[in-house]
Structures are given as structure tokens and as C-alpha cells.
């Protein structure tokens, strides 16, 4: 079975960073990832500068990447106003954050989970199919915010427009069981409209998480190269689950990711330069030969 890998890494991963990336290391970067096998890279956030300093080169990052031969490059946009800069900058994929916390919309992209779906409404009225518009429900596995509502809010942002709608753990609570249940309940809801899984590393579970998420019939994982991220927006939250490990399970596992680890982790080397004293995580770095 083929696996799509969607490494975040330059967006998710930066925009937590302690410092910026200089926009010719991320050409670089992101050049390497995709020699590396990865078919699909969300380079940036397309918020405002004042908010996330370290996006402010999202839309040059964009329209370079796009130059990569059978690379879908991805963006975050909040909202209408980063639907037409995506545009702009000829992104293939537009990725809406929704929150399923109230308390975490309001503070992540200022607005209400259904001012959030109305954003997706009009963007999606806007792009009529290009970009495609997708969504992550954030905090979908956190306490404050039930089961119920977040397959309600899927719903409502399929009939909004999303081409596809996934769960996040933004806070890393979710546990294996509780994934499982959730996406395929997520299938069961919006069909084959159920999009990606995105896992948070927070408190160890990420790869279990993926497992589960396999059982129940996900074939796309968000990843970020050395397990960078978390979002500013809510604390507490580390670093997304490791691309290098995530590749190396799978790959373990039978599935096929299309991925060369070896370049893979090469890679990192940018990293390492780019963004001296970062910490860098994984388990399969120093075991691979």
C-alpha cells in the first residue's frame, strides 16, 4: 500500500523555531526534501508578518518550490485573504486550520470555529478547485471538544467546500484507541472525504497514533523532518512526529512511502546549519547505515 507523506516541516516546524530561516536555506531545504522522495511539502503559513515573522517569506518560498518537478506544494491559509495570496503565489494546496476548541480558534486565527467554516466557504468559492482547499481540525482529540461536534464541524466544512477534512492532534493528547475510533467514524461521517492525520509527539504517542490511524484506513500522515513544531497558540505542544522515523516504520512495516531515508536524512545537515542550537530530534539517525 502506498503512503502519502506530507512533510510540514517549513511551516509547522518553522514557525516555532527560535529563530527565522534565511529564504535561500529554505530553497535549499526544500529542494533536498523533495530529491529525497517527498511528494508533497507545506513551505509556509500565509498569515500575517507581525504574527509569525518567521512566514513572511511564504509566498516567494512558494512560487519557488513550485519550479520542483511533481512536487505539490502546500500552504496554510487562515483565511480568504491567505486563499488569495495562495493563489497568487500558485500553491497547489491550501491547507485551513479549524479548530475544533473554541478557546484555541480564538486564539490561534481569532475567530470562532463557525466564522472559521465560513472562511473555507468563501475560499473554496474563491479557488473553485485550484488550490484545493483541505482542512485539519485542530485540538480534534482534546477534552474541550467532543466527538460529536468535531464529526458535526466535518460535515459542515464538507458542505462548505473542503475537499478533504483531517484530524490534528495540535496538543498531543490523543491516545491509539481514540484515533482509531475517530477516523473511522471520520470515514463513516464525510466518506471519502476523510483526509490526513496529523500527530503531535508531545507525550510519546505519535507513532502509535499512526498505527492506529492506519487500521482505520488513513493513507496520508503529516510529518516534520527532525520532529520539528508545535504551535504558539498552544502551550505545552512539541514537535510533530519525526518524518525519518515515520518513514522508517512504515517502510518496516511493508508500506511504501516512495521516500530514500538516506537522503532523507542528509538533509537535515540544512538544518543544522540553517538553524544552529535547534534541537534535533529522531531515532533512526544514528542507527542508519
Given at each position: 500500500m502506498d503512503i502519502?507523506?506530507?512533510e510540514v516541516g517549513p511551516r509547522d516546524g518553522l514557525q516555532n523555531a527560535k529563530r527565522a530561516m534565511a529564504t535561500a536555506d529554505k530553497h535549499r531545504w526544500i529542494a533536498a526534501l523533495a530529491a529525497a522522495g517527498l511528494r508533497e511539502i507545506e513551505v509556509g503559513?500565509?498569515?500575517s508578518p507581525k504574527l509569525l515573522p518567521q512566514m513572511a517569506d511564504t509566498d516567494e518560498v512558494a512560487r519557488q518550490a513550485r519550479q520542483i518537478d511533481?512536487?505539490?506544494v502546500l500552504a496554510l491559509a487562515p483565511n480568504l485573504k491567505g486563499a488569495e495570496r495562495g493563489i497568487a503565489a500558485g500553491v497547489h494546496k491550501l491547507n485551513f486550520p479549524v479548530s475544533a476548541s473554541r478557546?484555541?480558534?480564538m486564539a490561534?486565527?481569532?475567530m470562532t470555529p463557525e466564522q472559521a467554516v465560513e472562511q473555507v466557504r468563501q475560499s473554496a468559492e474563491l479557488c473553485k478547485g485550484n488550490p484545493v482547499v483541505e482542512v485539519g481540525i485542530?485540538?480534534?482529540?482534546?477534552a474541550d471538544a467532543s466527538e460529536d461536534w468535531v464529526m458535526q464541524l466535518a460535515a459542515d466544512l464538507v458542505a462548505a467546500g473542503a475537499a478533504s477534512v483531517g484530524l490534528s492532534d495540535t496538543t498531543g493528547v490523543a491516545n491509539p484507541a481514540q484515533v482509531k475510533r475517530m477516523f473511522i467514524r471520520l470515514r463513516r461521517e464525510i466518506g471519502d472525504r476523510a483526509g490526513?492525520?496529523?500527530f503531535h509527539n508531545t507525550r510519546g504517542q505519535g507513532l502509535a497514533n499512526v498505527v492506529a490511524a492506519l487500521d482505520a484506513g488513513v493513507t496520508t500522515f503529516d510529518a516534520s523532518q527532525a520532529g520539528l513544531g508545535g504551535c504558539p497558540y498552544a502551550p505545552g505542544a512539541t514537535g510533530n512526529i519525526v518524518t525519518e522515523d515515520l518513514v522508517w516504520m512504515l517502510e518496516s512495516m511493508g508500506l511504501r512511502t516512495g521516500i530514500d531515508l538516506g537522503l532523507l536524512i542528509a538533509a537535515r545537515a540544512i538544518l543544522a546549519e540553517a538553524l544552529p542550537g535547534e534541537a534535533l530530534y529522531g531515532h533512526v539517525v544514528g542507527t542508519f547505515q
Open positions: 502519502l507523506i506530507s503559513s500565509l498569515v511533481g512536487l505539490t478557546t484555541h480558534s490561534n486565527i481569532r485542530s485540538t480534534a482529540f482534546d490526513a492525520a496529523h
